[in-house]
């Protein structure tokens, strides 16, 4: 534990991986050890030893060889931190085990009420292959939860408006005391880091997520403060008693939701008589000069993820308005002003749609060089940002 280096024969002693693995490994490219090698010997660092810990999570939830090595790449290539790997892995482990889990369920239940013959019987049989066949794709699944801060950083560095998006939506909900607040799809907490000097002491607030990683980093980030509580839950279903809060909150989720019409009944549902509703979300409008960059390149090329149109500024409150009255828009005013390739393109290709995929290898160095010739000529890269909130009554 002392040493700076490791052999071979040392790291396989130390993790119990065989020598045979480690040097396939590195025949492969995938863990090729790192610098000052002396003779022939391979030395292991510390950064080769955090390079395998990934590469055997991501083996164990079950991503192949290949797609581990362009995950890494990829990683490797956007400059990610050691701690945005991590709560990755812990966020697809979790719904890896959640999946596991649904499967176990459905063969218990075979044995229970006996496999059987007939309808029955095929039934059973078809529900375990069912739950079998809902696997997610894990690497995807792990590219989502690392590129979340890819997002967050480009906002930070480039947005005009210097106050900060966090503190406004968080300015929106007043400073009453004794409030108890829900927020359904919490992420990781960024509205409560962001405002953690000016939370009321008396306010008594449980975050919520789908994603139990999401839920540990919000935990984390707000370790030490005793008005939170934590719950993973799905937001259609929210396990809570009737008229349990005097706010709730969906901040730039709902969208996100398979059944929007049962998650705002039930942020209705447990809201009491006079409580109020906070959903965020963005126009139809935001971002679509960071999309265009994108078509005028290749026509083929889709950035933004078209699950915005399901939920947004100009249909919310048609879609709120049988739950709530009195609702009330309120607009955040900001644009970025875009200086730089990098930060960019690693938004872009952050994103679920195909711009990850048609920006690889030359044609990611072609991209990379038409954006800079944009800034160099214009000087920056002008995006809109229309960003918004919708208060509702009940």
């Known amino acids: 534990m002392e040493t700076t280096y490791f052999t071979t024969g040392q ?5 119990g991986l065989t020598l045979r693995t480690l040097r396939y490994y590195d025949q492969i490219g995938l863990l090729i050890p790192g610098e000052d090698q002396i003779g022939a010997a391979r030395r292991y660092n510390v950064n080769d030893l955090r390079r395998l810990q990934q590469i055997q999570t991501l083996k164990y939830v079950g991503l192949s060889l290949e797609e581990i090595g362009h995950l890494l790449a990829a990683e490797r290539d956007a400059g990610r931190e050691i701690r945005d790997s991590l709560l990755a892995q812990l966020d697809v482990l979790r719904q890896k085990m959640m999946h596991t889990e649904n499967v176990v369920k459905a063969i218990r239940r075979a044995l229970e009420e006996g496999e059987g ?17 809902t696997e997610q794709k894990w ?11 890819s997002r967050i950083h480009l906002y930070d560095r480039f947005s005009v408006n210097r106050h900060g998006w966090h503190r406004w939506v968080f300015e929106q909900l007043g400073t009453e005391p004794d409030v108890h607040v829900l927020e359904v799809g919490c992420g990781d907490g960024s509205l409560w880091q962001r405002n953690a000097d000016r939370i009321p002491e008396s306010w008594r607030i449980t975050l919520t997520d789908r994603s139990e990683g999401m839920l540990d980093e919000a935990r984390s980030r707000l370790q030490g403060l005793p008005q939170f509580k934590f719950l993973v839950i799905d937001a259609q279903d929210i396990p809570f008693h009737d008229g349990q809060f005097d706010k709730v909150i969906a901040s730039n989720m709902l969208y996100h939701v398979q059944n929007i019409p049962q998650a705002i009944k039930e942020i209705h549902r447990v809201l009491r008589k006079g409580g109020q509703c906070y959903t965020t979300t963005m126009s139809l409008r935001h971002l679509q000069e960071v999309e265009r960059l994108g078509t005028d390149f290749d026509p083929e090329m889709e950035v933004l993820d078209r699950v915005i149109e399901r939920f947004h500024m100009d249909n919310a409150a048609e879609q709120l308005s049988p739950f709530f009255h009195e609702i009330l828009p309120f607009h955040y005013e900001d644009s970025l002003i875009i200086t730089e390739s990098e930060p960019l393109i690693e938004y872009m290709t952050s994103t679920p749609m ?30 809109s940002k229309e960003n918004g909130l919708y208060k509702g009554r009940k």
Do not use: C, M, P
């Open 11 to 15: 790291l396989a002693k130390w993790t």
């Open 117 to 133: 013959s007939g309808e029955k019987g095929w039934n059973h049989l078809a529900n375990i292959i069912q739950a079998v066949q």
């Open 139 to 149: 690497g995807e699944q792990y590219r989502s939860a690392a590129r979340l801060q």
């Open 354 to 383: 195909n711009a990850r995929s048609r920006l690889q290898g030359a044609t990611l160095d072609r991209f990379k060089a038409y954006v800079e010739q944009i800034l160099e000529r214009e000087g920056a890269l002008r995006v």
